[in-house]
């Protein structure tokens, strides 16, 4: 008897339903995410494996919940660790279940519902290659940390930007200073003396004993604000400025100690210096891209590894209509992010050539910005796979090579007069002008197939170069 069990995970609770092979509901049950409820879970897991018998393995899906859904993933591993159940237990992109749902024309959506539908996925026997991985092992505390400390970044971005809006107003003569990249000088020179007025009381003297502020910039600060423009330069306005340097100062610093810190961890690994070594990939974006991605075997591609980021591009076909789309956007945006950082850097400074050249390329076809940008993405995650799936460092020269390789293959594939042997297409076929001339294209002897490659190449011959991005302006 086989016994498929599927779980609807809430904040303090759960919906389960147990469903055997023949789809009948054996139980359905609602239990707490506390130590009870979890017992009780232990008793039924137990139950269920002497019916399904040694020889089967006992099925649990649960839908990814934001984290909701850990404590109960936890459970379930223990209790396979310890030996007293076999079991396959899978978590689900809510996306596939939702997909599932619409199949069956389901228009209801409740707890209970839910978990059916998880239990009858699973009977179905779905559930073989889009499992999604119940733990991502002792590194979760790793990515935990990773995430909150993007979270700060982002703060500090917010923060910079406010600071900014209330220079202009309060202290425009500053606003050079904090253009980009904001020193240390300038937020501690801000948050002590914010408007033109305490500069001036202040004097150059007291602003020379800052650090990194010499006596010529201390003067030149003090003469621009004796004709100063503030328009805005009352006391609330002056501790809203100070507050706000002030809280910069002291996230900078927390954000430095957990990048330190979480480089520390990981750099004794292989991979993450194998990322690192990717020029525009700094330590750490290697620990965050080694943190989101977790087992680089779950890949058996880099055009998987792309879907899982959200980078693969959405394509609409139908007759002689084909419409290339944005990007999914349904993967892991924490990726996303780190990635746009790295591009955009590798780009500004030209440090990873196969990535800049892709950029050029499609800038000289009239490609939009971010379009470019989203391709050097893609572009750059796929040498993250190769380089991580080969155990070998960046090589700039190495997509030279393979053109090369590919070159001479396609020269030997030509003079030997080879021909592609599945051309079943028939030219007299009704089919429509713009069809008939793709079949044309196909079947001619020109035609030659690119090889698959894996490595730091892996994406020549899945995406292009990445040059199928750039349709999707």
């Known amino acids: 008897m086989n016994v498929y069990v599927g779980g609807d995970v809430s904040k303090g609770y759960a919906d389960f339903c147990l469903m055997d092979g023949e789809g009948e509901i054996l139980l359905e049950i609602q239990l707490d995410d506390t130590r009870q409820g979890h017992n009780r879970m232990s008793e039924l897991v137990r139950e269920c494996t002497r019916k399904v018998g040694p020889e089967e393995d006992l099925e649990i899906a649960l839908e990814a919940t934001g984290g909701l859904e850990r404590n109960w993933l936890h459970l379930f591993r223990e209790l396979d660790e310890a030996g007293e159940a076999e079991l396959n237990v899978y978590r689900f992109n809510p996306l596939v279940i939702r997909r599932f749902t619409e199949q069956k024309l389901h228009t209801n959506k409740t707890d209970e519902i839910s978990a059916r539908v998880l239990a009858d996925y699973l009977r179905l026997g779905l559930a073989e290659e889009k499992a999604a991985y119940t733990d991502e092992g002792p590194d979760d505390g790793l990515k935990t940390l990773a995430r909150k400390t993007q979270r700060m970044v982002n703060q500090s971005v917010d923060l910079k930007n406010e600071l900014q809006a209330l220079l202009q107003r309060a202290h425009p003569e500053l606003v050079q200073y904090v253009r980009g990249h904001m020193s240390q000088w300038v937020l501690r020179l801000i948050s002590q003396y914010p408007t033109p007025d305490q500069v001036l009381e202040a004097g150059p003297e007291a602003l020379s004993e800052i650090p990194y502020v010499t006596e010529e910039k201390a003067r030149s600060i003090v003469e621009t ?52 070594s990717i020029e525009g990939i700094g330590k750490w974006s290697a620990a965050v891209l080694y943190c989101e991605i977790g087992d680089i075997t779950r890949f058996s591609s880099a055009k998987k590894l792309i879907a899982y980021a959200g980078l693969d591009p959405q394509r609409e076909e139908s007759g002689d209509i084909a419409r290339e789309k944005t990007i999914s956007k349904q993967g892991n945006a924490h990726i996303r992010s780190v990635l746009y950082g790295c591009v955009t850097a590798a780009i500004r400074n030209g440090s990873n050539p196969p990535v800049r050249k892709l950029y050029d390329r499609l800038k000289e076809r009239g490609k939009h910005q971010k379009v470019a940008e989203v391709a050097c993405m893609r572009k750059l995650l796929a040498i993250v796979y190769g380089c991580w799936s080969n155990n070998e460092r960046f090589d700039p020269t190495y997509e030279k090579r393979l053109k090369a390789r590919q070159a001479e293959k396609k020269s030997t594939d030509d003079t030997s007069g080879g021909q592609n042997a599945d051309q079943n297409s028939d030219l007299s ?20 197939g690119s090889p698959s490659t894996r490595g730091q190449g892996a994406f020549l011959s899945e995406y292009h170069n990445g040059e199928s991005a750039s349709e999707q302006a």
């Open 429 to 448: 076929a009704p089919v429509s002008r713009k069809e008939a001339k793709k079949t044309r294209k196909a079947t001619s002897p020109e035609k030659s």
């Open 225 to 276: 604000a004796r004709t100063s423009v503030a328009s805005q330069t009352d006391e609330d306005t002056a501790l809203t400025l100070s507050l706000t340097a002030e809280d910069l100062l002291r996230l900078e610093k927390r954000v430095d100690q957990l990048k330190e810190r979480l480089w520390n961890r990981v750099r004794d690994r292989r991979a993450p210096r194998l990322l690192a």
